[in-house]
């Protein structure tokens, strides 16, 4: 239990091919209804398609697909439709992240604000391209977020199973919704704590990536407390490591598997585990280099260069992959604590090594 299995966890039971299956189908109904309000609608139709269902690891519906079968649940096609819906709630996360971030791809693909800037300069409309752009992405985010909602009820459970999850879907885009915002109060602030890094990391990413999407596979079950307590104290840990190890990819990953340019989390000035790390770790210089360059729109591979090696002199970087390791161990232990379905154990096993090792 301490090496991924050949197959995928994410591939197991088929569930990749599921999900895709499930969220082509709503799309597919979803654009049916666009195009019959107005066939200008079709573009936007287009973006979300190609959003969704052209990328995207599945990892929010794994966890809680794992969740719900560990928990006992027997599965159906259903169960799969229903946590599907996660996709979109992180549909709308990505495409208003990448706004605020002003970030000109995701998936090695303009993203959406880009994608319908481009569109108004190549029909030769009126007004200002940039803000026709940003405006789709707020639309097509918050659309995104209205159709997690309508997925998660449509998808063919009863209403008394659907009425132990709803709280806990609820919650999970709460949490995610402060969570951005507490990420660009933090890049507006400056602040660079340890604490506030930690606290941004918990509600923007690890929380609705690993902990509630597992408490929302429990809810579905109707899993006793014991699994619940025993899901959160898994997926919480893991779930900051997943953060971590998406902030170390924002400075140090390959673009050509992560599909963002280069030391693009410095760009964006965020004030990650990592960044905060190397201001504790580094000297004055160090320091007044980060402070000069972190945040740069316009900072080059040079700049890109020296901060990294400054990151990586502080032990920030070294830091960081300690604690990775470490919220792994320790999710990986509190899985132990409880008697969950062989398969499901194994799987949530697994999991945890793709989401913290990854390199995309």
């Known amino acids: 239990m301490t090496h991924a299995a050949p197959v ?38 287009e973006a979300v398609e190609a959003f969704v269902l052209r990328g995207g690891k599945r990892l929010r519906p794994a966890f809680g697909y794992w969740g719900y079968r560990g928990a006992g649940g027997v599965d159906s096609d259903q169960v799969v439709a229903t946590l599907a819906a996660l996709e979109f709630v992180q549909a709308s996360a990505l495409i208003h992240d990448d706004l605020m971030d002003r970030s000109d791809t995701r998936r090695g693909e303009p993203a959406v604000h880009r994608r319908f800037a481009s569109r108004h300069r190549a029909s030769g409309w009126t007004g200002d391209a940039e803000g026709f752009g940003d405006a789709a992405a707020i639309l097509l985010g918050d659309l995104c977020l209205v159709w997690s909602d309508e ?43 340890l604490e506030r890094a930690g606290k941004v990391a918990r509600y923007k990413s690890a929380k609705y990536t690993v902990e509630r999407p597992l408490l929302l596979g429990a809810a579905l079950a109707g899993a006793t407390a014991e699994v619940e ?58 320091r007044a280099l980060i402070d000069r360059h972190l945040g740069d729109p316009g900072l080059d591979g040079a700049g890109v260069a020296r901060l990294r090696e400054v990151i990586t002199a502080s032990g920030a970087l070294a830091r960081t992959e300690e604690r990775i390791a470490a919220l792994t161990d320790t999710a990986l232990a509190a899985l132990a604590t409880v008697d969950l379905e062989t398969e499901a154990r194994q799987a949530l096993v697994d999991l945890a090594i793709a989401a913290t090792r990854r390199a995309d």
Not at 9 to 35: E, I, M, N, S
Request: proline share 4%.
């Open 151 to 193: 997925m998660l009820h449509s998808a063919g459970l009863d209403a008394r199973t659907l009425a132990r999850a709803r709280p806990v879907f609820d919650e999970m885009r709460t949490e995610v919704t402060v969570g951005q915002y507490l990420d660009v109060l933090t890049q507006a602030t400056g602040d660079t704590s």
């Open 229 to 286: 307590a025993t899901y959160s104290a898994y997926g919480l840990p893991l779930g900051e490591a997943f953060q971590l190890r998406d902030d170390v990819l924002g400075v140090f990953g390959d673009p050509a598997q992560t599909g963002k340019p280069a030391g693009d989390d410095l760009r964006e000035g965020k004030r990650t585990y990592l960044v905060a790390a190397a201001v504790a770790g580094t000297d004055d210089a160090g």
């Open 8 to 45: 995928s966890p994410v591939d197991r039971a088929g569930l990749r091919q599921r999900v895709d299956k499930a969220l082509t189908g709503f799309l597919t109904t979803q654009r049916g209804w666009l195009t019959g309000v107005d066939e200008a609608l079709v573009p936007v139709a």
